[in-house]
């Protein structure tokens, strides 16, 4: 299949021993020892490391060099979908409206502003100028200062997630002497526009503490306002809709606790909402004398919003104006003078729900089709009455509503455009279920051409997610009809470890109950061949990150199930990642893995499913695995080394790719298009392997 040589990673045994267990990993020389040094600077790479990452990314060229074209036809297929000067719906702040949007051609968005009501439109950030001669660049952040003189923005140019915060002059188009590196890329603005809150990354690269600028003055002179102790727990950055707080939020993936600092106060110390409690998750905003808090205290699994006094915020005052019900979850709040909002999901379909502070009168918005996705958008403004929202299924492109809270009407601001076209009633979308082997019934959302057959011929598409309670919305992406055009049934599996059947479907899907989430993801897959839509081994599987370790997982306990799998960024080393305590999100994870080190279950419970350590001798399917070099969440040796073992142990012939970006991160290619030829890559990967690489498109023009 590919005239190179096999790369195949020399073995160097490394052997530690865990609670009695002695463990020896073939491939460990693949992390760099100075794994922190290559984040901030790839160059410094070890070479033979190097060496062994560019072999497999040439050997995986090599084995896709004969669909380079139809990579070419996918990619501009996917961006003939793009709108090219796409932009976002205006937002009102005062005398304002901000957006972003992006150049005809360009890669990079534009963060801009416009006088309210329309006008002259002024450029604030032209990402395309700033990224110009560098192999990869993301803005992070975008906040303009009160007074609207100033916009501070942080970018990252590795894909490290490094960010660097600048400050520009808003009628000048110049940025101020001010430069702060080493950031998480949050930025608050004090109401006194002078003052720029931030946080700090470690030595280990875990955002650990709040900072406070003044503008003008020497960064090395910045004040710490809040250190975190706990390296279990992340800190992240906010301002509440009334702009009278800056809140600083300390959590792990299983308890938060929030801290206000005064806005109209540079000096202001943070005042804690309510100390921390194992388990305790809550969020706040503010309302004048209280603050609203969305909290699931006392057995609230799916969460309460209450009330709070802002003089003494502690539970003993909380008052409940919203209780909990048992399957209705409560995703969001939002929180304007006169109404309080908040996006639910019931039965795995959301919705929005107003309720007005002055009478506690309630209403809802809601849509008929069978699986769609809702949004909710916060804007800058507390004292409104419009509601901001989006709308989308897999077959609807994306809409974006304007709803006015007191007369209940909505006005359509913006409905995702497709220039190549898009008719929705060439699709179909579909809900099913999946019985669990324990009983459990998982929704999988389908989306297919009306004309393909049903008859167990068309290949599956099988995409999975099912951890940190993110659920994944049947919302419309515009890439998906590459491979739905072309015969393609996509399904998207709502696996336990996500949030789509409300909170308890997250508990099922982690820690010692994580193995729910695999078996899930092949009971989806075993409910598609039973319903007569495809066959065993026509399925593709994918995901990424911790979808990455799915993938990982279900390679070894179905591998006959599936045709390939596409692991993006997989998390696929799970117990050698959760024992190394240095690593940046290994503290911050235990709550969702277990904790090996500490934990002989834990480290048992892990060590039977982590997917590189059950790596045996078995035909496992296609297999392409991507990783970036500067990736901080799942470090690029996970894929490699999982891809080395594989090489040592699997008996099929089917192919077994990596391909490492050694100029990214997490994300993959920075940029609009270059995303795409990464889909495009992917795609093209599942078209050979079903020998639909030749086949064109079904048209959907309209």
Known sequence: MTALPTPLAAEKPCTSTWHGVTMIDPFHWLRASNWQEVMRNPAVLDDEIRAYLEAENAYADSALADTAGL??????????????????????????????????????PRFARRPRGGGEETILIDGNAEAAGKTYWDLGDTAHSPDHRLVAFSTDDKGSELYTIRIRDTSTGENLPDLITDTRGDIVWGNDSRTLYYIRVDANHRPRSVWRHTLGSPVADDACVYEEADEGFYLALGKTLSHAFVMINAHDHQTSEFYLLDANDPKAAPRMVSARSTGHEYDVEHHGQSLIITTNSNGAEDFRIVEAPLSDPRQVNWREIVPHRAGRLIIDTNVTRDHLVRLEREDGLPRIVVRRFADGEEHNIAFEEEAYSLGMMSG???????????????TTPAETYDYDMEARSRVLRKRQEVPSGHNPDDYVTRRLFAI????????????????????????????????????MPASFATGRFSLVDRG???????VRGGKDKGYRWYKDGKMRSKVNTFTDFIAAGEMLISEGLTQRGHIIANGGSAGGMLMGAVANMAPDLFLGIIADVPFVDVLNTMLDKD???????????????????D??????????????????????ATGGLTDPRVTYWEPAKWVAKLRRHNTSGNLLLLKINMGAGHGGASGRFERLKETARDFAFALKISGLAGLPHSSNQT
């Open 71 to 108: 990579q070419t036809v996918l990619f501009e297929e996917m961006k003939a979908r793009l709108k090219p000067d796409d932009r976002t719906v205006p937002a009102p702040d005062g005398p304002f409206e901000y957006f972003s949007s992006f150049a005809t051609g360009g890669q990079y």
């Open 380 to 394: 800058y403004e507390f004292d409104t009455v419009n509601l901001r929202f989006t709308y989308s299924s897999m």
């Open 436 to 471: 669990a082997h324990d009983g459990e019934r998982v929704p999988v959302s389908l989306l297919y051409r009306k004309d393909t057959p049903l008859d167990g011929t068309a290949p599956v598409y099988l995409y999975g997610y099912g951890a940190y309670g993110i659920s």
């Open 488 to 494: 393609f049934i996509f399904a998207l599996a709502h």
């Open 583 to 601: 690593l940046p999100l290994t503290p911050p994870e235990w709550p969702e893995w277990g904790n090996p080190i500490e934990s002989p279950d």
């Open 603 to 624: 480290f048992a419970y892990i060590r039977a499913y982590s997917p590189y350590d059950n790596v045996t001798a078995k035909a496992y399917p296609h297999i392409l």
